[in-house]
Structures are given as structure tokens and as C-alpha cells.
């Protein structure tokens, strides 16, 4: 299980932990109870020539001497089956991104076999909390299974990967917003049937939402066209859960890049009146102000 609430935390050349982790004893003493999740990709693992080994050593280190008593991640940031090995021992939070699987169709045999399976909602569906019914037929159901059951069907299959490589619990999240397409939240919906389908126990979901998430920048976008997807796909969540037997921790995952400033009102007040959880990854700023920080002093060496 994962708290309610947990933050993502980008520290690049691991010179910010302290002060990171200072910032959680602080909403702490307010009364808000997150998780630290450190996170760092493979991608950025070689930009900066650290190793997943080094973001454990850099969280351990920082939790002992704040002596912060709360739960604290290690994300494997955006693995997929071709890095993950690496990240398994110091892990204990796995990104899953299957973005590139996106539109890759299942063999006719499993597309077969899960139109059956979800065959029982192929008529309108109506969401609690949502006022209109989301308008589904044959057509749209089998049009989303094609540009998604075999994406799920991949995150599933590396999860069980972790799953004989691992030993003790770990926090499971797949992640679909590296598109250029967003989902939509009937999307969504059968996004979770389908990770069900394939018995993934998914905790957080991270969709692709309507606008851009540009590193460092604030959001561009329809501000309205957000609040309203980003509701909606609280509660295609909280339906989900109960009807799809899915973990009942699981919660919206927002990639923000950071200094999404224009969002943050928006979303804390959507959690709120439907006590939602929320994780939210954050990387861009820090990446850029140690740059900045570099430029003008000449740089440091990175190990």
C-alpha cells in the first residue's frame, strides 16, 4: 500500500535530498502526511552517469539524518523490460511506461478473448458522479482495445518479471502520458479493465491529460477542459476499483514536470471533495536551476 498521498522528487546530481525531505517534515507539522518518492529514470541515469544504486544510497542517507520516520520510495522511473533489471535491487516503486506499445494491436486471439470478457459494457455506461453516460458501443470498444489491451497486456508481463526478480512489496504504476494523443477518461476506463484483465494490481495510473507538460514551465492548455478530464478520471478510478477487484490504494498519477503553478489549486481542490489520493511526480525545475547554478559558476564535477 502506498499513502494517500506521495510526491515524486527529481534530485538530478543528489546535492538536494536534505532540503527535499525538509519540505515533508514540514507539511507533516501542518498535518498532510506524504510519501517521498525519489525518482530517476534510465534516461537521466545516463545523462548525468549515475546508476539506480546511487538514488537508494542518496535516500537512505537522507532519511537518517532527518530521522524521518515516515514511509520513503525508490522509483525505477519510466522502466521498460529492456532496463529494468538494473533498477530491481534499489526499487521498491516501478514506473512502467508501455507508451510505446500504444496503438500496437493484441493477436485477433486475446483482442477475441477480452471483447468477451468486457462484452457486459459494451452498451452506454454511466459513472457515478459523472452526469451524462459516456456513449459506447461494439465500434468504440473494440477501437480502444486495439490502441491499448496489448500496451496492458506488456505492463503486465514486466510486472511479473519484477515480480520473480523481487523480493518484499513494491508500489506498481503504469504510465501512458509519452504520447502525443491524450486519453480520454472512457479511455481510462477500459485502460483499468483491461490491467485487471491481466491481473496487473496497478496502484497508480499516470494518463496523458489534455495540454502540455512542458519541463520547468507552467501548464498550456485549456485550464476548464483539464479540471473537467482530471474529475472525471477520479471517478472512472473510484468505479473502477470496485468493479474490477483493483488495488483500493490506487490513485491518479500526474506528471507535471514541475512549476505546473496554474494546476495545483485545481487538483488540490478535486482530491479534496472526492478524497482522492494523488501522486505527483515532479522533476523539471530542479534539472534546470542546477544548470543555471552551473553556468554561472563554472560547473562541478558530477561524481
Known sequence: MISKYSLGIGDRFAKEGVAQLRAFQKAL?????ITPVWNKSFREHKTVNSSPDSVREEAEKTVSQLNWQGQYLV????INKDNVDGFIASSDFFTIDVAKFIGQRAPKEEVDAFLQWIKRYTDNL???GIDKEMFINESIVEKITDIYLFAAKEAAGIYKYILTKKKGDFVTEVSMDEVEKPQSPLDLFFILAALSYYKLPVNTIAPKFTGRFNKGVDYEGKIDQF????EEDIL?????V????????????VHTGSDKFSLYPIIGKLIKKHKAGLHLKTAGTTWLEE????????????K
Open 126 to 128: 454511466l459513472i457515478p
Open 242 to 253: 470496485q468493479e474490477f477487484e483493483l488495488p483500493k490504494d490506487l490513485k491518479l498519477s
Open 227 to 230: 479540471a473537467k478530464e482530471f
Open 29 to 33: 507539522e501542518l498535518g498532510v502526511e
Open 291 to 302: 544548470l543555471v547554478g552551473m553556468a554561472e559558476t563554472g560547473g562541478y564535477p558530477l
Open 236 to 240: 472512472v478510478i473510484k468505479y473502477c
Open 75 to 78: 522509483d525505477a522511473d519510466h
